[in-house]
């Protein structure tokens, strides 16, 4: 099968290729999925398991892209609540070959069924970007209804579906961003919007939750901002700087079958929209993930036509 592979961690996504792997093997409780899209997170090629397996030995060439949409095409032995022809989407496994690929193995409890109305593209654009927004918000923010969340990067992948999470769940927005940012955080739901090109973060105000994908001095100026027994969340880096009152939370996304299911059933039934700036063949993902010539939002490799 075809793959985009990467052996130079030096070289960043850069150094992605497409090469030609073996059919991958289905292990207890795996499905098969033949992939038709695949989403990539830049910063995954700095990840351990991209480079080593569970037991630190080096797995390089690795097929990178945990993101996937596609359908059950085997099941390893044991493997239950899937079939095959089934239409799947959700996370590949960190320590394992990804999904920019024709084939990729993945463990059955990471992936959910995809309902026939909602096209691959869009699917592969919500697993890491929905379960990080409503994990983000809820699990560990403990966002409820009449609160108010800052919400940093509001206009990109994560931060746009925390935005629509949140106004469903009858919370306030603030969203920050650059200047080219404003008309998009006012479609996803944003009640207020700092441009942080010209305004100064403090004048956000406060908020019970502020949630942070950016990391650095955004993340530790925005300590101060939340509110008496409020949560700051970031999965850019662990916070040096705590809020006086409050928790401050790092975290990590987890698979989640059942709120992917109910994640696409919200793009499904238009209570949520997934940003994808462009969609590019497998062939062209080593250039169009590259630095220079990446879309500024989400990039969806189309592996496979529907």
């Not at 095409?73 to 799947?88: E, F, H, I, P």
Request: aromatic share 4%; glycine share 12%.
């Amino acid at each position: 099968m075809q793959a985009i592979t990467v052996r130079d961690r030096e070289a960043g996504p850069d150094g992605l290729s497409l090469t030609e792997r073996p059919y991958p093997h289905a292990a207890e409780n795996d499905v098969v999925v033949r992939v038709h899209a695949s989403g990539f997170t830049p910063g995954e090629l700095n990840w351990p398991a991209t480079w080593t397996d569970r037991a630190g030995r080096d797995r390089t060439p690795s097929v990178p892209g945990h993101e996937l949409s596609g359908v059950v095409a085997g099941l390893g032995y044991g493997t239950t609540g899937l079939t095959v022809g089934q239409r799947v989407f959700g996370l590949a496994d960190w320590a394992r070959d990804g999904a920019l690929a024709e084939y990729v193995a993945v463990e059955a409890r990471n992936l959910a069924p995809l309902p026939a109305d909602v096209d691959h593209v869009r699917a592969a654009a919500l697993p890491i970007s929905g379960l990080t927004a409503w994990q983000g918000l809820f699990d560990h923010g403990r966002l409820t209804a009449g609160q108010t969340v800052l919400i940093h990067g509001v206009a990109g992948a994560v931060g746009s579906i925390a935005a629509q999470l949140a106004r469903a769940a009858g919370a306030r927005v603030i969203g920050t961003g650059r200047s080219a940012d404003r008309e998009r955080a006012a479609a996803v739901g944003a009640d207020t919007f700092l441009d942080l090109e010209t305004g100064k973060l403090e004048d956000a105000g406060e908020a019970d939750v502020v949630f942070d994908v950016i990391g650095g001095d955004i993340l530790e100026r925005s300590a101060a901002l939340v509110r008496a027994g409020g949560t700051l969340v970031t999965i850019a880096q662990p916070p040096k700087v705590r809020p006086k009152d409050g928790r401050a939370v790092f975290f990590v996304v987890e698979p989640d079958r059942a709120r992917l299911a109910d994640l696409a059933a919200r793009v499904r039934d238009g209570r949520l929209t997934v940003r994808v700036d462009a969609v590019r063949p497998l062939a062209e993902a080593p250039v169009a993930l590259a630095p220079a010539t990446r879309a500024r939002g989400k990039t969806i490799i189309r592996v496979t036509e529907d």
